[in-house]
Nanobody
């Protein structure tokens, strides 16, 4: 079955950096676009970034553009999110998601077929 396992979250000071990873199994990773979402306490899950199946197209939420970078390694079946210049507003649980088949860009929750369990990111001094 599809499994997505995130890691790399933690506590970081404002202005710091973190790199999230998501290891995929149980499906043809290179055939699916992928994405990152996040959910803060009391808020809905929101789009962060998405990347096409070949890695040639990326899309970011306006709140993270220029600070976060999404990438993927199809050979290693892994998705990454490099997060720089972190702010307290970035505090949330971050989820890796598998886009539905033949969905090129995935900025909406309904574009996704499976999610990982999430990894906590806390930005605080």
């Amino acid at each position: 079955q599809v499994q997505l396992v995130e890691s790399g979250g933690g506590l970081v000071q404002p202005g710091g950096s973190l790199r999230l990873s998501c290891v995929a199994s149980g499906f043809a990773f290179r055939d699916h676009s992928m994405g990152w979402f996040r959910q803060a306490p009391g808020k809905e899950r929101e789009f962060v970034a998405t990347i096409s199946w070949g890695g040639g197209n990326t899309l970011y939420a306006g709140t993270v553009k220029g600070r976060f970078t999404i990438s993927r390694d199809n050979t290693g079946r892994a998705l990454y999110l490099q997060m720089n210049s972190l702010k307290s507003d970035d505090t949330a649980v971050y989820y890796c998601g598998q886009c539905r088949p033949r969905t090129y860009e995935c900025p909406r929750t309904e574009d996704y077929a499976h999610w990982g369990q999430g990894t906590q990111v806390t930005v605080s001094s």
